[in-house]
């Protein structure tokens, strides 16, 4: 029954992993808001996936996953009097009987009771390590938030943080934290920062995204459920960038791409080019600030420390070979160019038309 159950849910997932997807281009193309596609997506699932092996008693007989015996359509459907979310999910049940049925009948015959004990337990086990992992990082969270001094930054009371965030904290009562890095940028820069983060408090995104997460911990074996997460992640983010523009902030402020390299040498490289600096003409002129050689365990510790502290999901770290040079050039532009297409619209820019005259 097991086996049968999840095989079922899979495809299941995957029809509405395809038309949330669909969805999801059409809303984009009409400007409007897709967090919603993908969280209607995900509760669909969740709560199909829980009507499939209902046994529903009915004129015809309980379907048995097991023998896959399918409801005949002498099957008696809830009357008039019966409450309409009710009425709904029984006849989305009627709807899936025969083609799961006929979906599942090859694996319900074959897999034995002894491996559905199996996938059965295995499934209660990654459902409860994905719950303590969960529990145990919002706890970690939490405890350090509370270890984060609190600063007034524009007029809004901010957590800062040594080098998480931004991000919102919390569920129910979200905190917005800040890196402490933020104090070093424009006062411009701040307050984009901070409108980002009060729309995601103001429509609740922190919640959304756990309940979200809740549907993984339920179905941990459907890959349509992951799936659809990362994309419920990136529909809140995209959602939360289209408010905050339309709000008033320019998307020429709001829209800086960032991309940080780090060219990475050899100590044989180094140590060459050390020398050549030493002997060119302009060494009297260079700066005499102390070297740290790649070799030494001081370097690791400080490359260590650079990721650690400044290596965001919005602009990581890039690593480039720079023992040669040219080579180490091309990387680079491939990699901003990589970047930049990542970041910029493959669609020309519609006309804006402003006092009759087109832009």
């Not at 409860?128 to 609190?150: E, K, N, Q, T």
């Not at 998480?164 to 890095?181: H, N, Y």
């Amino acid at each position: 029954m097991i086996a049968a159950w999840m095989l079922g849910s899979i495809v299941l997932g995957a029809v509405i992993a395809l038309g949330a997807l669909a969805l999801d281009a059409a809303s984009r193309a009409a400007h409007r808001s897709v967090r919603w596609t993908w969280a209607g997506a995900i509760s669909a699932i969740v709560v199909l996936t829980m009507l499939l092996p209902i046994r529903r008693a009915s004129n015809a007989g309980p379907i048995h996953i097991g023998t896959v015996t399918t409801v005949t359509s002498g099957a008696a459907l809830p009357d008039a009097g019966t409450p309409l979310m009710l009425r709904a999910l029984a006849t989305a049940r009627s709807a899936m009987d025969a083609p799961f049925a006929q979906l599942v009948r090859p694996v319900a015959r074959s897999v034995s009771p002894a491996a559905n004990q199996w996938l059965l337990g295995g499934w209660i086990v990654c459902s409860l390590a994905l719950l303590l992992l969960g529990a145990y990082v919002l706890r970690r969270l939490l405890d350090a938030r509370r270890s984060w001094p609190v600063e007034s930054l524009h007029g809004e009371r901010v957590r800062v943080a040594p080098s998480a965030g931004p991000a919102v904290m919390g569920f129910v009562r979200g905190a917005i934290v800040v890196p402490c890095w933020l104090a070093e940028c424009p006062p411009e820069v701040q307050q984009v920062v901070l409108a980002h983060e009060r729309e995601h408090l103001r429509a609740r995104d922190p919640l959304l995204l756990a309940l979200g997460a809740v549907a993984v911990i339920l179905l941990p074996w459907n890959p349509a459920v992951w799936w659809m997460l990362a994309r419920l992640r990136l529909a809140v983010e995209l959602d939360c960038d289209r408010r905050v523009i339309g709000g008033g902030v320019r998307a020429r402020d709001y829209g800086t791409l960032l991309v940080k390299l780090f060219f990475e040498v050899s100590p044989e490289v180094q140590d060459r080019r050390l020398r050549e600096r030493a002997l060119s003409p302009w060494a009297p002129l260079l700066t005499r600030d102390p070297v740290v050689e790649v070799r030494h365990p001081e370097y690791a510790e400080a490359l260590h420390q650079l990721r650690q502290n400044s290596d965001t999901r919005w602009s990581p770290w890039r690593i480039i070979d720079g023992n040669d040079d040219a080579q180490a050039a091309i990387a680079a532009l491939s990699v901003i160019a990589d970047a930049w297409a990542e970041t910029m619209p493959a669609e020309p820019p519609r006309a804006v038309r402003s006092s009759g005259h087109a832009a």
